[in-house]
């Protein structure tokens, strides 16, 4: 069975701080990754996604994430966060043939100005 | 394109009441979801339907109900609230579902209270 794993529930950063979220996920096969973010209030909206190739991908926004398959991990970064990429970030997997989406517990990420 | 709309955007139910969530989106999506999300948990997947005319179970569909009425429209009954149901309910839908897959587009979330 697929399972996401977020290692961190709560974030608190200053503005132009580097930001790295851990994400895991365990699946034995081929699998599709995602970051979505939840502004508050507001409803979730992709960042980014990996299928294949490259793995570094560039999202919207100024973020981008590393798909390392000998760690099973897809870390997002960004360089410098600003007070507006206050929100809650959700890794999610499916792996190839499967039908549903698992998404990890959420980071909820705090920028103060 | 509105993408995907549900309805209502809150609701306040007494336990052993029942209601139905409207989701509709224009994209021409084959695949609909339905999640709720709780505080700490994500996203959990309650039920899903990867074309017209099929539902599945998905990680929590104890004490709800499905209808595909059409490719449009997915809704999700509940039958007899309980305040365990209290949570935020979010629709989903994907081009594909299975080997093909597709992101996810969400609507908007419909905030449910059961009393």
């Known amino acids: 069975a697929q399972s996401v794993s977020q290692h961190n529930h709560h974030v608190i950063l200053s503005e132009a701080a580097s930001l790295e979220l851990g994400c895991n996920y365990s699946?034995?096969?081929?699998?599709?990754l995602f970051w979505y973010v939840q502004y508050p209030g507001q409803h979730l909206q992709l960042l980014l996604k990996?299928?294949?190739?490259?793995?570094l991908v560039k999202g919207i926004k100024g973020f981008e994430a590393e798909f390392i398959k000998s760690k099973f991990s897809f870390n997002l970064r960004k360089p410098s966060v600003q007070w507006s990429d206050t929100a809650e970030y959700f890794c999610a997997v499916i792996g190839k043939g499967a039908q549903k989406l698992v998404f990890g517990q959420g980071t909820r990420l705090t920028i103060n100005p | 394109n509105a993408g995907v709309t549900q309805t209502p955007k809150f609701q306040v139910l007494k336990t052993g009441q029942s209601m139905t969530l409207q989701c509709a989106q224009d994209m021409n999506h084959n695949s609909m979801y339905w999640y709720r999300q709780d505080p700490g948990m994500g996203l959990r997947l309650i039920y899903y339907s990867a074309s017209e005319g099929t539902t599945d179970k998905g990680e929590v569909p104890n004490g709800y109900n499905v209808s595909r009425l059409n490719k449009r429209e997915f809704s999700l009954r509940l039958e007899s609230a309980a305040p365990s149901q209290t949570s935020v309910y979010f629709c989903?839908?994907?081009?594909?579902?299975?080997?093909?897959?597709?992101?996810?587009?969400f609507g908007p979330g419909t905030r449910l209270t059961v009393l």
């Open positions: 990996y299928f294949s190739g490259d793995p």
């Open positions: 989903a839908s994907s081009e594909q579902g299975g080997g093909s897959y597709n992101e996810q587009f």
């Open positions: 699946y034995g096969g081929t699998v599709n």
